[in-house]
């Protein structure tokens, strides 16, 4: 059976792929054709779904700033999205509940409002894919869109712990001492090594704090995000996060299979919920007007509304919930799984085009901008700039040195990570904030004196969308690029771009002639 599954998880993961699409989307299709063709779901499948949320939680919290939940934009973003919504969703509904339409026949305004609710939360495994994919879950709003998510999982735990009228223990007041463990944890941390260790200790903090929050009373996924916010900042946290990524990835497919063997959806079910997913532009229309009014530029509330436009499997968690107690009828769970469905396919896509589409209606879409504010997420080059460092990475920064040995102050680094810069630049690097796919970023930025721009971002779809930008605006220098794999030399051949190294390559030859040269000195006569 478990053969079965990771067999039909692969073809349509590589047929995705093969479309341009994310794995994910062949993931869900998967699950549907199994259960359609009268597979039946386990047991070994609900676990690995456990386990690839824990741990996707627990990864989460690794790269999370505790400080950012307290920014307007995140706590106020989040409820005033999730209360205009569901508002607006009540509304809606009312029109085929008095028509007396199938499957909304028996609904109240309570019911459809619950069905709102529980719609009105953004899909926190989709949303997080999706930007690590693309290489932006450390920008701005990366860094907002995670935010968010974060204040909607703390609502739904908050909603079924006074649905089921369980209390969290009065021991669960002794969490707010774990605090006190953050640096001996981290200590621990440096004491693991670098092997096959390191992961495992990930697990069983990730696991650890699942079952300390579920002993209390408080669901488990929100003890996995704590464990992981303890660690965030220390040495070992992005080390940590890097070893789990593919433990993570490979435990969601069982997440993303289980969808599919939610309930086989009759022609009106699936209509219902295609009618549903065409509902997501009002959810983005009015993220993307909060976070105007809470002082975000425009380009950060478009993409940040692009990416938290679909539903999400804590909805399905909701519906279910409220299914048990019998405020919903079991049809509502099949179509929320399906809209669910239908809008990770939507996000995936609009999503992977979200910067080619800005800078062809940055006109329109940026007439929403307070003109009159000043936003520090673009920047001027300094003078005596003649080199730039897109992404500063270990293989950014490894290059930005390089090259300053032997230029001097003529090289600056470009990063997305506000912090990230602003730690560099702390330790006397010249480094500046700002993304490299920003339309505007490059328009804005003189760059007549500079003669090379080196690219040095992990995903090829950012190295072309900054190709793009830096062509767009004029640029009349060289450009070059650094990737770690061969085939995405050959991807990046028609981009235009003047030169492309393999940094494995790159680092072998380097490490070769640097050998070379201690032998040569070493055989010359005293």
Request: proline letters at 2%.
């Amino acid at each position: 059976m478990e053969f079965i599954w990771i067999l039909f998880a692969f073809i349509f993961g590589v047929l995705a792929r093969a479309m341009s699409l994310p794995p994910l989307i062949g993931y869900l299709l998967a699950g549907f054709l199994l259960h359609l063709a009268g597979m039946q779901s386990s047991d070994t499948l609900q676990t690995l779904s456990d386990l690839g949320i824990t741990l996707m939680l627990f990864t989460i919290g690794l790269k999370l700033n505790v400080r950012d939940l307290l920014k307007t934009a995140v706590w106020g973003g989040a409820l005033s999205n999730m209360i205009l919504w569901t508002l607006t969703f009540t509304g809606i509904a009312i029109l085929p509940i008095s028509l007396g339409f199938s499957h909304f026949m028996g609904l109240t305004w309570q019911s459809a409002a619950l069905i709102g609710f529980a719609l009105s939360f953004s899909s926190t495994v989709c949303v997080v894919k999706v930007l690590e994919s693309s290489g932006d879950i450390k920008s701005r709003h990366g860094k907002l869109s995670v935010g968010i998510l974060v204040m909607q999982d703390v609502i739904a735990v908050l909603f079924m712990a006074v649905a089921m009228g369980e209390q969290p223990s009065l021991w669960a007041f002794g969490l707010l001492a774990l605090v006190l463990l953050r640096k001996p944890i981290g200590q621990f941390l440096d004491k693991v090594g670098h092997d096959e260790l390191l992961p495992l200790a990930g697990f069983f903090l990730a696991f650890g704090g699942y079952e300390l929050f579920s002993a209390l009373g408080i669901k488990g996924d929100l003890g996995a995000l704590v464990a992981g916010a303890m660690l965030s900042g220390s040495i070992k946290a992005s080390e940590l996060y890097r070893s789990l990524m593919s433990f993570k990835d490979l435990f969601l497919i069982g997440f993303f299979l289980s969808i599919g063997f939610t309930a086989l959806p009759t022609g009106e079910i699936v209509v219902i919920a295609l009618l549903l997913a065409l509902l997501i532009p009002i959810k983005s229309f009015y993220f993307f007007n909060f976070h105007g009014l809470l002082g975000q530029r425009a380009r950060t509330s478009y993409l940040n509304s692009l990416v938290l436009g679909n539903y999400s499997e804590f909805g399905l968690i909701v519906v279910a919930l409220s299914i048990s107690f019998g405020w919903l009828s079991k049809e509502w769970l099949v179509i929320l799984a399906l809209a669910v469905s239908f809008t990770f396919i939507i996000t995936s896509f609009s999503y992977r085009y979200s910067h080619r589409i800005y800078g062809l209606f940055k006109g329109f879409i940026t007439r929403f901008e307070d003109k009159a504010r000043c936003y520090d997420d673009t920047c001027n080059l300094p003078a005596e700039a003649e080199v730039l460092v897109v992404g500063m990475g270990r293989v950014g920064k490894g290059a930005y040195t390089a090259l300053s040995s032997k230029m001097g102050g003529h090289v600056y680094g470009l990063d997305s990570d506000e912090d990230k810069a602003r730690l560099l630049q702390a330790q006397g690097v010249h480094v500046l904030f700002g993304d490299g796919e920003d339309a505007d970023l490059w328009c804005r930025m003189n760059l007549q004196q500079i003669k090379l721009v080196l690219i040095a971002l992990p995903s090829i779809m950012d190295i072309k969308n900054t190709q793009e930008q830096v062509r767009a605006s004029s640029y009349a220098g060289k450009v070059v690029a650094i990737v770690r794999y061969e085939d995405q030399i050959h991807e990046l051949a028609e981009c235009g771009i003047d030169r492309i190294f393999n940094f494995y390559t790159e680092a072998g030859v380097g490490f070769a002639d640097e050998s070379m040269a201690l032998l040569s000195q070493s055989t010359q006569p005293s």
